[in-house]
């Protein structure tokens, strides 16, 4: 019996590893597909309100969903032509600019020769040797970078195109999940449908809502600190927010380095970056608590591991989509019994998760207490 059960065990879990790995491989192998069809999920669902809503009004669905569409490809091309002229601007600057930085990274030579006693001639040497010896390294993630971007931007015609036809086929599609899952009830299916498309709407409209709110607190920052082009690192730095974590610290890096190529003194480059570090802090402990709040609670650990799995897997753009399909992975696995485990895995841990031993010993005497209280015959 104990072998019968043994053999049990290790032949689930030997089917589940199995269906990973070949989930894992039809996934890597047809990115080129599969990350167009989520994007356009996604998106989507962000312009689905806005298509309801010109139906409710009588415009028939494919002109609605094609008004739809417009009008985010308009806000999408618009925030990117922004960001491009602003680019463009800095770049005519370039030069002056680049002799800057490189009168400020004379001055580290000289400090770093100072302090650690070795000849600035060594120095670069060494540093020379270093860059060498990781230009392979460089050269192979830059490869693999500008061939994940250039795989979407091929891809990118293929998002409207799909996004029309998952609006315009909406009703169609919900059926085809109806068919699928027969064996389950159709109340049950309906509802994961509408839990799946409320957790998406309030992720991706509460990041919509904070990108916004971190973009206005980094402008004014950077406008207090009298930083060029304000806004423009203000609103890139936002949008990094995309990544949680790291997103707003890596967008900190390029605007100090800016002030402390134009700027006469070191301590702008630390104002900058100690002024986006509070606005991480306020995002992180205030706006996307308040914001998104219960709605879409994920593991902070989880989260961040499948950053780093979802770059693995389609580089640059999984990391962008690691954290709606987990949140839609814990939508489903709440659903089904088998995987109701991983579905808590996923999710935030609450307060009594955190307790030390001791407040746990307290909190149960105190439970003990209250059920004593209440057993007393009434006098």
């Not at 994940?148 to 195109?161: E, F, K, M, Q, R």
């Amino acid at each position: 019996m104990k072998n019968t059960f043994k053999k049990n065990i290790s032949s689930d879990i030997s089917s589940t590893l199995l269906m990973l790995v070949l989930i894992v491989f039809i996934c890597y192998t047809l990115q080129s597909i599969i990350v167009p069809i989520l994007f356009s999920i996604i998106f989507s669902v962000l312009l689905y309100p806005l298509c309801r809503r010109l139906e409710n009004i009588g415009v028939a669905r494919a002109w609605a969903s094609v008004f739809s569409l417009i009008i985010g490809l308009s806000v999408v091309l618009g925030v990117g032509y922004l960001l491009i002229s602003q680019t463009i601007n800095i770049g005519n600057n370039a030069a002056d600019i680049a002799s800057k930085i490189q009168g400020v990274a004379d001055k580290l030579l000289v400090w770093l020769s100072d302090k650690l006693h070795v000849s600035s001639y060594e120095l670069v040497a060494q540093g020379k040797e270093k860059l060498s010896d990781s230009m392979s390294g460089i050269g192979s993630s830059l490869t693999k970078t500008l061939s994940s971007i250039g795989n979407s931007l091929s891809s990118a015609v293929l998002i409207p195109i799909m996004i029309f036809f998952f609006l315009y086929y909406r009703s169609f599609f919900r059926e085809f999940c109806f068919r699928v899952f027969s064996s389950t009830p159709k109340k049950l299916v309906e509802e994961g449908l509408e839990k799946i498309y409320f957790v998406l709407k309030s992720y991706l409209t509460g990041l919509v809502t904070v990108m916004g709110i971190v973009a206005i607190l980094n402008t004014i920052g950077l406008y207090i600190l009298g930083i060029e082009y304000a806004w423009f690192f203000g609103v890139f730095a936002a949008l990094l927010t995309i990544f949680p974590y790291i997103g707003i610290f890596i967008g900190s890096i390029i605007p100090a380095l800016f002030a402390l190529a134009t700027k006469d003194s070191s301590w702008y480059a630390a104002g900058v970056v100690i002024w986006f570090q509070i606005v991480q802090t306020l995002e992180g402990n205030f706006i996307t608590p308040n914001i998104v709040g219960s709605k879409v609670s994920l593991n902070p650990l989880v989260s961040l591991l499948s950053l780093f799995l979802g770059g693995m897997l389609f580089g640059l753009m999984g990391m962008i989509l690691a954290l709606p399909l987990l949140a839609m992975l814990k939508v489903i696995f709440d659903i089904i019994p088998q995987a109701q485990p991983y579905g808590f895995l996923l999710s935030e841990p609450d307060k009594r998760h955190l307790l030390t031993l001791r407040q746990k010993k307290k909190a149960e005497k105190k439970l003990e207490e209250n059920d004593a209280e209440e057993s007393k015959p009434p006098s």
